[in-house]
């Protein structure tokens, strides 16, 4: 059993900033590789950044320089600062997690949404 609980998606205007947190609970599993996605309207779901676990990092194009992605592997947690902001940021944010138990599964939290306005 694993939970992936997201936090800190909302309104903003352009410009601004927010940090997503997606922390993992759950009993006898091991955390690889986390990331963040996200699905606007219309569009494909789309990676935004990744972690391994040693901390190596890797951004999509369009929020390059302006997104950053940690984690806290002691807290299982992984975040995603948001800084300027632009409207074509706005989607639904979902967190993935690669969970090590028997094998590797794929595990996604429930999504949340990051609006911002012009």
């Known amino acids: 059993q694993v939970q992936l609980v997201e936090s800190g998606g909302g309104l903003v205007q352009a410009g601004g900033s927010l940090r997503l947190s997606c922390a993992a609970s759950?009993?006898?599993?091991?955390?690889?590789?986390m990331a963040w996605y996200r699905q606007a309207p219309g569009n494909q779901r789309e990676l935004v950044a990744r972690i391994t676990r040693g901390g190596s990092t890797n951004y999509a194009d369009s929020v390059k320089g302006r997104f950053a992605i940690s984690r806290d592997n002691a807290k299982n947690t992984v975040y995603l600062q948001m800084n300027s902001l632009k409207p074509e940021d706005t989607a639904v944010y979902y967190c993935?997690?690669?969970?090590?138990?028997?094998?590797?599964?794929?595990?996604w939290g429930q999504g949340t949404h990051v609006t911002v306005s012009s």
């Open positions: 993935n997690a690669d969970l090590i138990r028997n094998g590797v599964i794929s595990s």
């Open positions: 759950g009993s006898s599993f091991s955390i690889g590789t």
